[in-house]
């Protein structure tokens, strides 16, 4: 039964480039959210999206960010024109419901490095 | 604003050496509270869920423990492989996110 999985597990991208970070939930699971980790930050909550909708985008910066999450392949957030400033962990959760007595399930996360 | 605070930032302890890492919260109408272990490079692994003063829950040598302000994470005769960082979380009764702390630091010496 595998987890939450996150690839690729590190990116490297030149200022101005894509990034595009991928996430499949566990099995059964049609939540994901996305939380971003500054160093020596906490988690910070980013997007929290179903089956082909975005519920809550009240964390995604305003501009270059964009997540989703298809009926069919995994949830994506992608990064457009990449500052410095976007270097970060990246992490991805799951739930199988929105009701979060038991926590989320963390993938391993994707550390991404502008340069 | 909502505010989670975890104490202290680093913890260094003897192995056997037990002690107590703190979280304090103001947040508006708390839904749960919530401690992760993460392990470097990689994700936050839940431990606990705790969701009205006075309640505990324990797992191994780890005892959660909540009040209205601030919770704690109790660590019995810890062992070398409880190095980690101790995440707190909370999520309040509106709103679909987690609320972190910065985590603490735990390292154990044999």
């Known amino acids: 039964n595998a987890g939450v999985m996150q690839n690729p597990r590190h990116l490297v991208r030149r200022r101005g480039q894509e990034a595009r970070l991928r996430c499949s939930p566990m099995k059964g699971h049609s939540h994901v959210y996305w939380y971003r980790q500054l160093p020596e930050e906490g988690l910070k909550f980013m997007v929290y999206l179903q089956k082909e909708n975005i519920i809550d985008e009240s964390g995604m910066p305003k501009e270059r960010f964009s997540a989703e999450f298809p009926k069919e392949g995994p949830s994506i957030l992608r990064i457009q024109q990449v500052v410095r400033g976007d270097s970060a962990a990246y992490f991805c959760?799951?739930?199988?419901?929105?009701?979060?007595?038991?926590?989320?399930?963390f993938g391993s996360g994707t550390r991404l490095t502008v340069v | 604003e909502d505010q989670v605070t975890q104490s202290p930032e680093a913890l260094r302890l003897q192995e056997g050496e037990s002690s107590s890492l703190n979280c304090s919260y103001t947040?508006?109408?708390?839904?749960?509270l919530f401690w992760y272990r993460q392990d470097p490079g990689k994700g936050p692994e839940f431990l606990f869920t705790l969701y009205s003063a006075g309640e505990e829950k324990e797992k191994e040598r780890l005892k959660a423990t909540l009040t209205k302000k601030e919770s704690f994470l109790h660590i019995t005769a810890p062992k070398p492989e409880d190095s980690a960082t101790y995440l707190c979380?909370?999520?309040?009764?509106?709103?679909?996110?987690?609320?972190f702390g910065t985590g603490t630091s735990l390292t154990v010496i044999p």
């Open positions: 947040v508006s109408g708390l839904r749960g």
């Open positions: 979380a909370v999520h309040h009764a509106t709103g679909n996110q987690f609320y």
């Open positions: 959760a799951s739930s199988p419901t929105a009701t979060l007595g038991y926590g989320y399930t």
